[in-house]
């Protein structure tokens, strides 16, 4: 298995910070990397479009984990089982009343894992990062 992990400060409460990240209509106006329709209801699958380098590629996962205020997954495939798969994660964890460590990342497994990570990898870091500023940036605003 494969892991990308990157973690971002935000200076804002939990519940904020949830907020944003679960209010997938908002994505449009600060999201550079991710667009999410559909609901955060576990079972259910979503409709994501990821924009990589200027390319816009589309998943249809299924939400998997989903903790109030603490951590929302959802996992997606490449064609079939067994071949490419993604468990991407949010979770969010207190730092104090006012702060909250935001980690977004992705575990990938399959047999086509070593050979997609080389490609993209690189790429995929930094949509993870753009994300997590432009998130930081949103949400701190939300509470001044």
């Known amino acids: 298995m494969k892991n990308i992990e990157t ?16 209010n997938f209509e908002a994505y449009r ?18 409709d994501v479009i990821i ?27 490449l064609l079939l089982k067994g071949l490419f798969a993604g468990n991407h994660y949010f979770k969010l964890h207190p730092v104090t009343e006012f702060q909250t460590q935001f980690v977004h ?11 997609i990570m080389k490609k993209v990898r690189d790429k995929t870091i ?3 990062e753009t994300m997590n500023e432009a998130m930081k940036t ?5 509470v001044i």
Do not use: S
């Not at 971002?8 to 990240?21: G, H, N, Q, Y």
């Not at 106006?29 to 979503?46: C, D, M, R, S, Y």
């Not at 990342?105 to 050979?115: C, K, R, S, W």
């Not at 949103?138 to 939300?142: A, D, H």
């Open 7 to 22: 973690e971002i400060l935000i200076d804002a409460p939990v519940e904020v910070v949830w907020r944003v990240l679960m």
């Open 29 to 46: 106006h600060w999201n550079p990397f991710l667009t999410v329709e559909g609901e955060a209801i576990l079972g259910n699958k979503l």
């Open 51 to 77: 924009n990589m380098d200027g390319r816009k590629n589309f998943f249809k996962p299924k939400v998997v984990a989903y903790e109030e205020g603490r951590r929302f997954e959802w996992t997606g495939k």
């Open 105 to 115: 990342g992705e575990n990938f497994t399959g047999i086509l894992q070593g050979a």
């Open 126 to 128: 930094k949509g993870f």
């Open 138 to 142: 949103y949400t701190e605003e939300q």
